[in-house]
């Protein structure tokens, strides 16, 4: 999802389509991680993440558990 045009292919039944709701999360500036070793098994470059989302290694992802902030997975 924190792939660039992929969002706005995500529907689901009885919630709006993910292209009308992304740019209203987005408008928060949230913090966006995603796993390191996620991108290289799916074989995505970084240069195809949405501007602001941070790679995260498990030891980051895990500080953040820690310390209670709210993640998505």
Same mark, same amino acid.
């Given at each position: 999802?924190?792939?660039?045009?992929?969002?706005?292919?995500?529907?689901?039944?009885? /919630?709006?389509?993910?292209?009308? #709701?992304?740019?209203?999360?987005? $408008?928060?500036? !949230?913090?966006?991680?995603?796993?390191?070793?996620?991108?290289?098994?799916?074989? /995505?470059?970084?240069?195809?993440? #949405?501007?602001?989302?941070?790679? $995260?290694?498990? !030891?980051?992802?895990?500080?953040?558990?820690?310390?209670?902030?709210?993640?998505?997975?």
């Amino acid at each position: 999802m924190v792939q660039k045009s992929v969002a706005e292919t995500i529907e689901g039944k009885n /919630i709006a389509p993910v292209r009308q #709701l992304f740019p209203i999360i987005l $408008a928060e500036n !949230p913090r966006m991680y995603v796993c390191k070793i996620d991108l290289k098994n799916l074989g /995505i470059d970084e240069s195809e993440l #949405l501007d602001g989302v941070e790679i $995260a290694t498990l !030891p980051t992802i895990a500080s953040h558990m820690l310390k209670r902030e709210t993640l998505m997975c």
